[in-house]
């Protein structure tokens, strides 16, 4: 990291860190060298707190001194960056106490994400950092057809990173109650930080909605939601195995308390096995062969290992990532995820409440098939939705995920 307290420096990483009972973060010692004493915090963009060496805080003070005082974004510039400042002065165990106002204005509790960017540091909410990753999708149209109101008790089956949980707590106010689920223990625990705001109008529970009847207890909601697949903060995340663009573990599994993974799968299943897999659930054509290199270069040992036996099994290149079919198939099959989601919905159209809501949305096509052929068998509820709806152009444009997405609603008598 250099010199201390320097302009020029250039900070990287990404480190997790809970504050202390008295509210003090422990900077990384790569950091804390580059930071130098004092450093500079202050209010930063999206909600985080960026910190500064000395020299570089005074560097950028003289280059937005120097912006027109006239122009009223130079003026809001301004203020962001002066009226927040403070300095900074880790103790000798590297401990620094953030002033009370930065925490309040980056919504910090206790876990945090430490990141080196470039000339600053910056410090966020562990749950915000990775709101900005995964972006809720269709959440107006969800907030539409799921039509949470004050007194109601809803359901999120995928409460994820608490995107539309958080609509439909704010649409329900001020006591329409919560209930989410997860089975990823991470992403349940961003839900809790992100959710605590609705205090005890949230109930948040680590399960498989497959288990949806023993989960609920009883419980009658006038709607619940199901926002099937993984995350983008799951997909991205390399040590979890579910990308093919990142070397990582052969692993895939969304309950991370689970056993079976996807290197189980890869090394462990006979080749007629692993080929109807691959072929079912990842709709790939060559997925007989695909098997074949597999079984043949056994061990497996690695994401970026199975790319490369996928590449040289597929003949010829095509618009789309040669292991994304594959990647697809295994990661439905490690996580049983079409079967939890026939399961989870017959257990969610018996828990609603008469007239009561079923909102589904859906990522490719066999999840789709199964909520469609699922509605239009069910007795006693109508569909709403005649056709999937689909996102707006402009959420096409603006979240490439979204793309796929399609949603369905039916409504119990
Ligand atoms: C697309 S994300 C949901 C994002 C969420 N709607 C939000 O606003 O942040 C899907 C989530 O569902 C969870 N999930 C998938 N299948 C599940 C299952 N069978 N039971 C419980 N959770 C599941 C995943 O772990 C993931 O966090």
């Not at 106002?101 to 966020?124: C, Q």
Request: glycine letters at 10%; proline letters at 6%.
């Amino acid at each position: 990291m250099g010199r201390s307290g320097g302009p020029g420096r250039v900070f990287m990483g990404e480190y997790r860190h809970a504050l202390d009972d008295k509210g003090r973060l422990t900077l990384p010692s790569r950091l804390r060298e580059g930071l130098g004493q004092p450093f500079v915090a202050t209010r930063g963009f999206e909600n985080c707190i960026f910190l500064y060496p000395l020299p570089e805080w005074e560097a950028l003070e003289a280059r937005i001194r120097a912006l027109p005082f006239n122009q009223a974004n130079a003026r809001a510039f301004a203020r962001i960056f002066f009226a927040g400042a403070a300095e900074c002065r880790p103790d000798g165990q590297g401990r620094v106490l953030l002033p009370p106002s930065l925490r309040e204005y980056a919504k910090i509790a206790r876990d945090t994400v430490v990141l080196g960017v470039s000339s600053r540091v910056e410090v966020w909410a562990g749950a915000a950092v990775m709101m900005q990753a995964h972006l809720p999708v269709m959440v107006d149209e969800v907030v539409q057809w799921l039509q949470p109101r004050a007194g109601g008790l809803f359901v999120d089956a995928t409460v994820g990173f608490g995107g539309h949980a958080a609509a439909v707590l704010e649409a329900s106010g001020p006591d329409g109650r919560l209930i989410g689920i997860d089975q990823d223990p991470v992403a349940l625990s961003a839900a809790a930080e992100r959710l605590q705001p609705f205090g005890e109008r949230v109930q948040l529970l680590h399960g498989n909605f497959a288990d949806l009847s023993e989960l609920l207890a009883g419980a009658r909601p006038n709607g619940i939601l199901f926002d099937v697949g993984v995350s983008s903060v799951q997909l991205d995340t390399p040590e979890r195995g579910f990308s093919y663009r990142e070397d990582g573990p052969l692993d895939m599994r969304m309950d991370t308390t689970q056993t079976r993974t996807a290197a189980d799968l890869v090394n462990g299943l006979p080749e007629a096995e692993l080929a109807r897999i691959i072929a079912e659930y990842g709709e790939e054509r060559w997925a007989k062969r695909i098997a074949n290199f597999v079984v043949n270069r056994r061990p497996v040992k690695s994401t970026a290992h199975l790319v490369s036996i996928i590449r040289a099994a597929v003949p010829g290149r095509g618009p789309d990532h040669p292991a994304r079919r594959t990647f697809q198939a295994l990661r439905i099959a490690v996580n049983g995820e079409l079967e939890a989601l026939e399961s989870g919905l017959r257990a969610a159209a018996a828990a609603l409440a008469p007239g009561g809501r079923l909102v589904a949305i859906s990522f490719h096509s066999l999840e789709d098939r199964i909520v469609k052929n699922f509605f239009r068998t069910l007795d006693g509820a109508h569909v709403l939705t005649k056709k999937p709806v689909r996102p707006s152009a402009a959420e096409e444009a603006a979240n490439r995920r979204s793309r796929s997405a399609r949603l369905r609603a039916l409504e119990v008598c």
